[in-house]
């Protein structure tokens, strides 16, 4: 694969307590991408996230809202340069860093394609990694975007992905939690392009989980937002 200008990649992560997760996700992550700005926009922590971001070399911008979906926005908003691609991780240490290499090899080589992401549901997946019901709420949720959104994913909330940023630019996403991903989903489909997925690993996460069933309920709600736009 060409080497990338300097900078020309963004990795943005929103964080909430992770100091567990967050160094051996960037350190992984800067392994991989050398040549990228690292940009960790934190929900007030209250543990030691920001101070091992920072050293670890990571831009931190403290989120004024609250939320997943918030802190992205907020995290593009930041952005004052023109990128070729951003890419989207969770700060868990879920998802390996591999991985980011191979999609952005693919949108280099595939202009049609605007986003690619990875796809917990494979050979790899364990019932340690990803409980019953989070992996039943999923495929109904993938069932129900395919339907409403004409977005055809086996797995639309993965939290890996990496996305051009010409599609990114200038968005103002409504989603304030973990609706955002069902929100860049179709973002990408609106625009025109194609999402492509790949296979990846779905390690076990490092911390507390974040994301509840709860949660399930705002997803539907923004695909059904989503779909009488």
């Known amino acids: 694969m060409q080497r990338l200008i300097p900078f020309s990649i963004v990795v943005l992560i929103a964080a909430l307590n992770e100091e567990q997760g967050i160094a051996p996700t960037l350190t992984e992550f800067r392994e991989t991408l050398e040549d990228s700005t690292y940009l960790i926009v934190d929900g007030s922590s209250t543990d030691r996230t920001v101070e091992i971001a920072r050293r670890l070399g990571a831009k ?19 952005i004052k340069h023109n990128p070729k691609y951003v890419v989207f991780t969770d700060a868990d240490f879920t998802y390996p860093a591999r991985y980011v290499l191979k999609m952005i090899q693919i949108l280099d080589e595939n202009p049609n ?16 990694a990803m409980k ?72 076990a996460r490092v911390g507390e989980k974040k994301l509840k069933l709860r949660h399930g309920l705002a997803i539907f709600k923004r695909i059904i937002s989503e779909s009488i736009q």
């Open 60 to 78: 931190i911008l403290v989120q004024k809202g609250r939320g997943k979906g918030n802190a992205i926005s907020e995290g593009l908003s930041s």
């Open 113 to 128: 394609v605007g986003m690619v992401t990875g796809n917990r549901f494979n050979h790899f997946l364990t019932s340690i």
């Open 132 to 203: 019953n019901p989070f992996y039943a709420g999923n495929r109904l949720i993938a069932v129900t975007q395919r339907i409403l959104n004409g977005v055809d994913l086996n797995d639309p909330l993965t939290g890996m992905r990496v996305v051009r940023w010409g599609i990114l630019k200038g968005w103002k996403p409504k989603s304030t939690g973990f609706d955002i991903e069902a929100e860049i989903n179709h973002r990408v489909e609106r625009a025109g392009y194609q999402t492509m997925e790949i296979p990846v690993q779905y390690r």
